[in-house]
């Protein structure tokens, strides 16, 4: 088989993980080509808007396994394709040193059994970064099952490690993929929490969740989420809107990915991480959804109107954080400036401040952008829709450049 | 009226050491400019030839910060045309207020000044990754860019630290130079003083130029196409360079 269908092949496969992130790890050049940006850099955008950063790959999509969902399932009749070691270390480095990608991220299906395929991941990476001498970036998948001592001989080699917990609940998983168990997921994530350091899994590890293939709730997935990110440190959780792919009678007959509903669970997953809330501010049994026509801080803070407006020249950095449109780096700038000056409308928009959500739930030096009689639920709820019209202009994947 | 244009020699420690200079003259110039500048009819140009000195650096770093002498020469390299005057007046509020100058972003000079040095590092980032190497049939890596601002010097020393043991040349098709690494330092010259001895492309880049370009069109999940998003993201005037959009331009 000729190389390029190979690559099509592997990268068809490879592109359901919507992991690219290069960010956090601060590999230096070792006498040898490459170096890790501890900022991630994107090296092109997709026809789907996402960032290309990685040259994303499986070693092979030959699988012993069976997952609902997975277009790399064995009984699925397609093309299989295998890299051998050269085959990935050689592209790698071609397409790093014209500068397409930031480095690799590799993942495979399963062959023979979980060790045997991991050991050809630490074969390849192995070989990689010590023959080929590239100190870029490198993400690999840890495979379920594998023994503990190949999950740290891999852990040493690569920036990124992730093991997939793929569906919100064990249930799920045990119905739609019945030859993993959401306890060696676990196992993987806790061995690399006890052991990172800035030798193993330096840029951390992530995993991925996939969204509307099963019955769970918006609640039951961000407690998942929660008790990840508490439990192993996780630098990310990746949501990835279930696009059907198989016909199969246990997988919901959805036409369109939800990618809406995913779009909601990355701005909620940003709040966990970032500003402070927990799941049980944003959800609760009675509502255990998130309001597709608002974002869940926005919300959240029309619940809680009594909170508002705040007063920029006096709220403390939490409450900066609780308003809606204002970011950690709006916050911070508020913070430093206020020392020195009192902050009024006209300021912000010099500080850079984006005012378009803000406005509603604020008061610069007492005053409220318009006339306080509109500081009421109707009005501000139907302002925050109009201007939230078109969401899917923006591609939530950006947010991973920095904190990935 | 007054209309004094101050000159300074092309780079940015004659400009720190002029305004340094007007500074401490109570000197208020209606604008600064270098050597090149085209004058008006009406322009009185003044070149005073102060002296270099290096310990201007120091200076600065010594009233504020490391960061503050950086966001000068950010503002510094940018395109905007009156990006001298923003140095002065920034500097004389970094005198006043020392590091806590970048918090004061009610003044004019200094939030336009942040603006400017943001564009700066925000292309120098997108850069980065856009920037495409071709391998030339004498295995130099040859990159082209149209850069606006003049980030060349900070993109190379971006690519000298990752890129250490290959040959590379990038050019700024604006400014008409390019930046040439021997595999120990780069150098930055004009047009006239280089001469690229070819632009014939290895036996292999097509072949790799091809695999990258299928690898490009596969990974794009098409039931979430979203031209607008990319579009966003990766803005139609840098197309040109990225060699898997050129068929889309």
């Keep these: 088989m000729q190389l390029k269908e190979k690559l099509i092949i592997l990268a068809d496969s490879a592109k359901y993980d919507a992991s690219c992130s290069s960010s956090g790890s601060m590999r230096k050049n070792n006498k040898g080509i490459g170096n890790a940006a501890f900022s991630g850099i994107c090296h092109s955008f997709a026809s789907d808007g996402r960032c290309i950063s990685l040259l994303k790959i499986l070693m092979t999509n030959c699988c012993i396994y069976d997952c609902k969902y997975c277009l790399n399932r064995k009984s699925n009749n397609i093309k299989r394709a295998t890299f051998t070691p050269e085959e990935i270390c050689a592209i790698t480095i071609n397409f790093y040193k014209r500068n397409y990608i930031e480095g690799l991220f590799l993942s495979s299906g399963i062959i023979k059994n979980a060790n045997y395929t991991m050991e050809l991941l630490i074969k390849t990476i192995s070989l990689l970064r010590n023959k080929y001498h590239f100190n870029g970036y490198i993400h690999a998948k840890a495979i379920l099952g594998a023994d503990q001592m190949l999950v740290k001989k891999l852990g040493l080699l690569v920036d990124r490690l992730s093991a997939n917990i793929e569906l919100p609940t064990s249930d799920s998983l045990k119905l739609l993929a019945p030859n993993k168990n959401q306890n060696q997921v676990n196992d993987i994530m806790q061995y690399v929490h006890d052991h990172k350091d800035e030798k193993f899994v330096p840029s951390g590890q992530s995993t991925q969740m996939i969204i509307g293939a099963t019955a769970e709730s918006d609640l039951q997935i961000m407690q998942q989420s929660e008790k990840m990110y508490h439990n192993y440190s996780l630098k990310r959780v990746f949501y990835s809107a279930y696009i059907p792919i198989n016909n199969d009678k246990l997988l919901p007959a959805l036409k369109l990915p939800p990618l809406k509903r995913e779009h909601r669970l990355y701005q909620a997953d940003w709040l966990l991480r970032f500003y402070n809330f927990k799941v049980s501010d944003l959800l609760d049994l009675e509502n255990p959804n998130f309001n597709i026509l608002i974002d869940p801080k926005a919300n959240w803070a029309l619940k809680h109107l009594e909170l508002f407006p705040k007063e920029i020249n006096t709220a403390s950095y939490h409450e900066l954080l609780q308003i809606p449109g204002i970011g950690e780096k709006s916050a911070k700038r508020i913070i430093s400036s206020r020392k020195h000056f009192k902050i009024t409308f006209k300021d912000l928009k010099l500080m850079g401040v984006v005012l378009k959500r803000a406005k509603y739930f604020i008061i610069c030096d007492g005053k409220y952008f318009a006339n306080t009689n509109l500081f009421n639920k109707r009005f501000i709820e139907s302002n925050l829709i109009l201007e939230d019209k078109s969401p899917n202009t923006h591609n939530y994947q950006q947010l991973s450049l920095f904190n990935g | ?249």
């Excluded at chain 2, 005057?85 to 000044?113: D, E, P, Q």
């Excluded at chain 2, 049939?137 to 980030?151: G, P």
């Excluded at chain 2, 091809?210 to 966003?232: A, H, P, Q, V």
Aim: with cysteine.
């Design chain 2, 1 to 249: 009226m007054d209309n004094k244009i101050y000159l300074y020699d092309n780079n940015f420690i004659g400009l720190l050491n002029l305004i340094s200079f007007l500074i401490t003259n109570k000197i208020k110039p209606q604008n600064i400019k270098n050597l090149d500048y085209q004058p008006n009819l009406l322009d009185e140009l003044i070149n005073l030839n102060i002296t270099i000195d290096k310990e201007i650096f120091k200076y600065i770093i010594k009233t504020s910060n490391k960061d503050i002498l950086r966001i000068l020469y950010y503002i510094y390299l940018s395109k905007y045309d009156n990006k001298e005057l923003v140095i002065y007046y920034f500097y004389l509020n970094m005198l006043k207020y020392h590091a806590n100058v970048i918090h004061m972003r009610n003044l004019k000079c200094v939030s336009l000044g942040l603006k400017l040095a943001h564009q700066v590092k925000d292309e120098v980032h997108k850069l980065k990754g856009f920037l495409r190497f071709q391998e030339l049939s004498n295995k130099i890596l040859y990159a082209k860019a149209y850069l606006n601002n003049d980030v060349l010097y900070l993109l190379s020393c971006h690519f000298k630290n990752r890129l250490p043991l290959e040959y590379w040349i990038i050019k700024d098709e604006n400014r008409k130079m390019y930046s040439v690494y021997d595999k120990h330092n780069f150098y930055i010259v004009s047009e006239e003083n280089f001469n690229l001895s070819t632009e014939k492309l290895s036996n292999n880049e097509k072949n790799m130029q091809d695999l990258w370009k299928e690898f490009y069109r596969t990974i794009g999940i098409s039931e979430r196409k979203n031209d607008k998003c990319r579009m966003n993201f990766m803005p139609k005037k840098y197309w040109k360079y990225i060699i898997e959009m050129e068929q889309d331009i």
